[in-house]
T-cell receptor, first 113, second 111 residues
Framework: KQEVTQIPAALSVPEGENLVLNCSFTDSAIYNLQWFRQDPGKGLTSLLLIQSSQREQTSGRLNASLDKSSGRSTLYIAASQPGDSATYLCAARSGAGSYQLTFGKGTKLSVIP | DAGVIQSPRHEVTEMGQEVTLRCKPISGHNSLFWYRQTMMRGLELLIYFNNNVPIDDSGMPEDRFSAKMPNASFSTLKIQPSEPRDSAVYFC?????????FGQGTRLTVV
């Protein structure tokens, strides 16, 4: 059974700092890995999707990497802004006909002005 | 496309009542997921449909929970009878094998 862990559970940084959020998964036979953002009381917004054959994906100030062999993904946020404050979740999607999404518990990010 | 649409956004009900949550997936998507989110347990997969067929319902907590997908554009999650411990935010998501898109969720409070 796939298990996804996100460390740290919470992170507070000053505005302008670059930061890295970590995600690890136990079963490396994934189809893809997706990073989401969730604002308080809101739904999940998809940020980046990395297919199992890819190493990284970039969107603006966000860069996500994937290392299947070690069961790890990172989300890099450059030049953080107060508007980046939210909870970030990663989800590993199983392959082999299952396509089940397994989520970590998230990292709550606070960017201090 | 308007995205995944869930209704109602908020539901307050008394213990023992039947609750029905609704979801309209993105047109053309062939996978639909129901998740429950609580502070204690995070996001938990309840059930997953592929091409309207339930594939994995191992996350459905009890027989009080049931889900249907009568066609490609509609799904329901029903709780009967509801209990206070069912209070949570319920999310529906849809996907076409790659990226999953989530609805805004239904916040259920059972008093």
């Amino acid at each position: 059974k796939q298990e996804v862990t996100q460390i740290p559970a919470a992170l507070s940084v000053p505005e302008g700092e670059n930061l890295v959020l970590n995600c690890s998964f136990t079963d490396s036979a994934i189809y893809n890995l997706q990073w989401f953002r969730q604002d308080p009381g809101k739904g999940l917004t998809s940020l980046l999707l990395i297919q199992s054959s890819q190493r990284e994906q970039t969107s603006g100030r966000l860069n996500a990497s994937l290392d299947k062999s070690s069961g790890r993904s990172t989300l890099y946020i450059a030049a953080s802004q107060p508007g980046d404050s939210a909870t970030y979740l990663c989800a590993a999607r199983s392959g082999a006909g299952s396509y089940q999404l397994t989520f970590g518990k998230g990292t709550k990010l606070s960017v201090i002005p | 496309d308007a995205g995944v649409i869930q209704s109602p956004r908020h539901e307050v009900t008394e213990m023992g009542q039947e609750v029905t949550l609704r979801c309209k997936p993105i047109s053309g998507h062939n996978s639909l997921f129901w998740y429950r989110q609580t502070m204690m347990r995070g996001l938990e997969l309840l059930i997953y449909f592929n091409n309207n067929v339930p594939i994995d319902d191992s996350g459905m907590p009890e027989d009080r929970f049931s889900a249907k997908m009568p066609n490609a554009s509609f799904s329901t999650l029903k709780i009967q009878p509801s209990e206070p411990r069912d209070s949570a935010v319920y999310f529906c998501a849809s996907s076409l094998a790659r990226e999953a898109f989530f609805g805004q969720g239904t916040r259920l409070t059972v008093v």
